[in-house]
């Protein structure tokens, strides 16, 4: 990671305390370092979250740094851009990762301007900055971080043994192989439509729905240009659900409904592109119970400090979870910060709040949730 001084980040260094009219600030004013950007293919979404982080911690009256893993402190002309642009409608390309993936990525945790940061925020999506990668480097370091531990990341990233643990828990999730496996099993066992994706993808970078052997085939060659494994879902029509987690307070439920047949990448960060409703147009108690079970996947699955549970409602009323995310999307558009305004909570404080329960998880006084007392 190339170097830089903090006071030349995009977020830099602020005195200020929150605007006049916010909440008071939930703590002491502290030095926080939000990690962005990555070498997977949601680079451009996790840009797109640090800077809007980094913007809500700067007027709660923090001093932020704003640091690419790959590049290093990020100036403040760059950092309004990134806030400017937003989300772009397509990935970037192999070619432009490739070249990102040079470097020592343990220099990241030797760079002085981790030296007196307090709390390091990662707003990393998919590759080593979500599947446990980075949380172990970050532990060996000493750091406080917030959101999921390393053995989290790594269970909710693969989707494939997530559903192992689901199902052994008692948590419905729609059935799957996972190949290699022929096509006629596939439609023999799990039927058509079927979901094609790739196991350990985020943002639905490669999940494609195969109406027939045509789409199916061809929804596994897309899946393989994101990896060596292809995971096969059984199809559940019904209703798309969110539950966000923060601490152990689940947010309030949310319905997408998306322009196209899924909620793909487009639909997810391009604007107006899909309906998200917070909270849900639903029964009051099947609200609670998909509450309940957002709370037990975020245990099962050893996940803290924040989170988010996707869900799909059946027309018989039964929540089936499709996945988790142990570092959902904080950016403008993202389904987390809608769940947490439906609960009264503004943007800057949710993200203030993620750091707080960090610092009290470090100092032993946070809440440890059933069975994870042991675990990281």
């Known amino acids: 990671m190339s170097g830089g001084s903090a006071s030349g980040s995009g977020s830099g260094s602020s005195g200020s305390e929150p605007a006049s009219g ?103 999506h998919g590759g080593s900055g979500e599947d446990g ?3 172990a480097l970050l532990d ?23 559903k192992r643990l689901l199902r052994d828990g008692g948590i419905p999730t729609p059935d799957w192989l996972v190949g290699p496996v022929s096509l006629d099993r596939v439609v023999k066992e799990l039927g058509l439509p079927v979901i094609i994706k790739p196991p350990s993808g985020g943002s639905t970078l ?10 199916l085939q061809a929804g596994v060659e897309e899946a ?12 559940v029509r019904g209703r798309e659900l969110t539950v966000g987690i923060v601490g152990r307070e689940a947010l309030p439920v949310g319905e997408i409904i998306p322009a196209h047949e899924l909620f793909d990448y487009e639909c997810k960060y391009q604007p107006g592109l899909a309906q998200e409703i917070f909270p849900a147009d ?3 108690g099947t609200a609670r119970k998909v509450q309940a079970l957002a709370l037990e996947v975020h245990d099962v699955l050893f996940l803290r400090d924040f989170s988010r549970v996707d869900f799909i ?18 950016t403008a558009n993202s389904l987390l910060p809608k769940a947490a305004a439906a609960a009264g909570i503004s943007f800057p404080e949710l993200c203030e709040r993620i750091v707080q329960l960090a610092l009290e998880r470090s100092s032993g006084a946070g809440t440890t949730p059933r069975g994870v007392g042991l675990y990281p």
């Open 313 to 330: 409602l059946d027309s018989g009323g039964n929540a089936w979870c499709l996945e988790a995310n142990a570092l959902p999307g904080m």
């Open 282 to 284: 639903i029964p009051e």
């Open 206 to 215: 490669g999940l494609t729905l195969a109406h027939d052997l045509s789409e």
């Open 140 to 162: 060996l370091s000493g750091l406080v971080y917030a959101g999921s531990g390393r053995l989290g990341c790594t269970l909710a990233m693969d989707k494939e043994v997530s």
């Open 22 to 124: 916010s909440s008071p600030r939930l703590g002491p004013r502290l030095r926080i370092a939000v990690l962005m950007g990555g070498t997977s293919e949601e680079r451009d979404v996790s840009l797109a979250s640090g800077a809007q982080v980094s913007r809500a911690l700067l007027s709660r009256g923090h001093d932020v740094v704003c640091v690419d893993t790959t590049r290093g402190v990020l100036p403040a002309a760059e950092v309004s851009r990134l806030l400017e642009e937003g989300v772009r409608p397509d990935p970037p390309p192999p070619e432009t990762l490739d070249l990102l993936e040079t470097g020592d990525a343990t220099a990241l945790t030797r760079a002085p301007e981790l030296a007196d940061t307090q709390v390091v925020f990662p707003a990393l």
């Open 133 to 135: 990668t980075l949380q």
């Open 224 to 235: 393989l240009c994101y990896e060596e494994r292809v995971l096969f879902e059984r199809y």
